[in-house]
């Protein structure tokens, strides 16, 4: 399929998010004032409601069938975040100031079986992975993705499922006490954003956004968590959450119509941010507390995972899939 490259450049904006939250990790200041005003935790959000939106139009429009599915998606997701597994383990053995081994091991166990999002809402995660909690959610929506989408009432049941998440579990699940890290990183509570990207691509609205709409937009997912639930407040947080969807779902709309609207410079973090997405979070360990040597040492880690391993990867998936007999996936609902 054509590379939609205003997807791509939103995917840019997605990971920036994420890298900008993540600096007072890096510096060890905490979160200061910027953060009160803008804090784009967000990043995720954004990253969920692409992917719902991406892999439902690629899933229906190339016809694939669902052994082909399932190939392209492994070869996709595994291999690159399996190596950002391994790597920090081989480290660990020699270099003091990582995660022990033990602890390394149990994280490949939950990364490898797609809990480690559960592992990591009920604390028992290990820092150096601690980005994979997304995957995790990511795996197991794809699960279910394709049988939902063999459904004759597939649109009725996603936005019963968003509207069941949103105004019944996670309003439950707040008044039942579970912390805010739970609600953030509990399979459930975040399938509404993948679904609201699934659902995006069978109503897609004709948004004639201008640039400065778009950058309006894209503040809004950083201000929003900031301004509504600051410091992940836990009731609030249930009122940001949609809020944010809407934004990021209008984003990913106007990105869908592919017309330019993003700036360029973004195609280089847009086409990395699943390999700036692994690799930043154990470089803040080599960091030494300098965000000027954090960005090297990411950009460069990022460029070489994409070059040496993302996209041969997804090559060999390519290859493995085409040699598959398709079957006929669902129509699109018109």
């Known amino acids: 399929m054509k590379v939609n490259w205003d997807i791509e450049r939103l995917r840019g904006i997605a990971i920036l998010f994420v890298l900008i939250h993540h600096l007072p990790h890096v510096t060890g200041t905490g979160y200061g004032r910027f953060y009160h005003w803008f804090n784009p935790w967000t990043g ?3 990253f969920f409601v692409i992917s719902g939106f991406i892999v439902t139009k690629t899933f229906l429009e190339s016809r694939q069938s669902l ?18 597994v391994l790597i920090p383990l081989g480290l660990s053995l020699w270099l003091p100031g990582l995660p022990a081994t033990k602890e390394l091991a149990y994280d490949l166990l ?9 592992a990591d809402a009920f604390g028992i995660h290990h820092g150096v992975l601690a980005p994979y909690w997304s995957l995790s959610i990511e795996q197991q929506f794809y699960l279910v993705l394709p049988f939902l989408l063999f459904l004759r009432n597939r649109t009725a049941v996603l936005i019963a499922a968003i509207a069941f998440i949103t105004f019944a579990l996670r309003p439950a699940m707040i008044y039942a006490g579970f912390d805010a890290n739970v609600q953030h990183k509990f399979s459930l509570l ?34 929003l968590p900031a301004v509504i639930a600051p410091e992940f407040h836990v009731r609030r947080y ?4 949609p809020l944010i969807t809407l934004a990021s779902a209008s984003l990913v709309a106007a990105a869908a119509q592919n017309k330019n609207r993003f700036p360029r410079f973004l195609d280089w973090f847009g086409s990395r941010s699943y390999a700036l997405y692994l690799v930043h979070w154990p470089a803040i360990w080599f960091a030494g507390g300098s965000v000027w040597r954090f960005a090297a040492i990411v950009f460069c880690l990022a460029e070489l995972s994409h070059r040496l391993i993302e996209r041969p990867m997804i090559s060999v998936g390519k290859m493995l899939a085409s040699g598959r007999v398709s079957e006929p996936a669902p129509a699109p609902a018109s």
């Open 238 to 241: 249930m009122y940001a959450l």
């Open 67 to 84: 052994g082909t599915f399932f190939i392209r998606r492994i070869f996709r997701i595994v291999p690159l975040a399996l190596a950002w």
């Open 44 to 46: 995720v959000d954004l």
């Open 110 to 118: 939950t990364v490898s079986t797609a809990t480690f999002n559960l």
């Open 190 to 223: 975040k399938f509404d954003t993948l679904a609201a990207g699934v659902l995006l691509y069978f109503f897609p609205p004709k948004l004639n956004f201008n640039r400065w709409t778009l950058v309006v937009l894209c503040a809004a997912v950083g201000v």
